[in-house]
C-alpha cells in the first residue's frame, strides 16, 4: 500500500497531537509517514476551520460572555458543568489532537468553561446553561441541563 510523507515541525506540536499522529501514521525525524488511504483523514482532523468561521465563532463568544455579565450572571461555568462539558468533548470527532473543535476553531478547554456557550455541532453535544436571576425567572427556553 503507498504511503505518504507529511513533514512538519515536530518539536513545536503539542504532545497531545505527537500522540495523535503517531496513533493513525508513523514519526520520522519530524515526518509523519501514512497510509494514503488515511490520508483525507489526517488532513482533516489536522486542518483548522477556516480563519472567517474562527472569527465569527470567537466574536459570537465574546459577545455571549458579554451579554451575559451585563445581565448579572456569572461568565464562568461552574466546575462541574465545564467538567462536563470537557468530557464529552474529549469523546467527540471534531476534537483536534491540539484541544480545539474543528467545528469551530475554539479552544475547548475555554470554551467548555463560559456559561453562554453550546457545542456547534448539529445537534449539540452540550448546551449553554442560563442560570434565572431568581426561580421565578426559570421558564421556556431556559437551558438548565446539557443536551442528551
Request: positive net charge; glycine residues 6%; contains cysteine.
Amino acid at each position: 500500500m503507498p504511503h505518504l510523507r507529511l513533514s512538519f515541525l515536530i518539536k513545536h506540536s503539542s504532545p497531545a497531537l505527537v500522540t495523535a499522529l503517531q496513533a493513525v501514521g508513523k514519526l520520522e525525524a519530524g515526518t509523519l509517514i501514512v497510509p494514503q488511504a488515511d490520508y483525507e483523514r489526517v488532513m482533516k482532523q489536522l486542518a483548522p476551520p477556516p480563519i472567517l468561521r474562527q472569527a465569527v465563532t470567537a466574536t459570537a463568544a465574546l459577545a455571549g460572555a458579554a451579554g451575559t455579565a451585563f445581565k448579572g450572571q456569572p461568565v464562568r461555568a461552574s466546575q462541574v458543568v465545564i467538567e462536563m462539558r470537557q468530557a464529552i468533548c474529549r469523546t467527540c470527532e471534531h476534537l483536534r489532537p491540539d484541544n480545539r473543535c474543528s467545528l469551530c476553531g475554539c479552544w475547548m478547554l475555554l470554551k467548555a468553561s463560559l456559561a453562554a456557550q453550546s457545542c456547534p455541532d448539529k445537534p449539540p453535544r452540550w448546551n449553554s446553561f442560563s442560570i434565572p436571576a431568581s426561580p421565578a425567572a426559570e421558564g421556556p427556553g431556559t437551558k438548565v441541563s446539557p443536551a442528551a
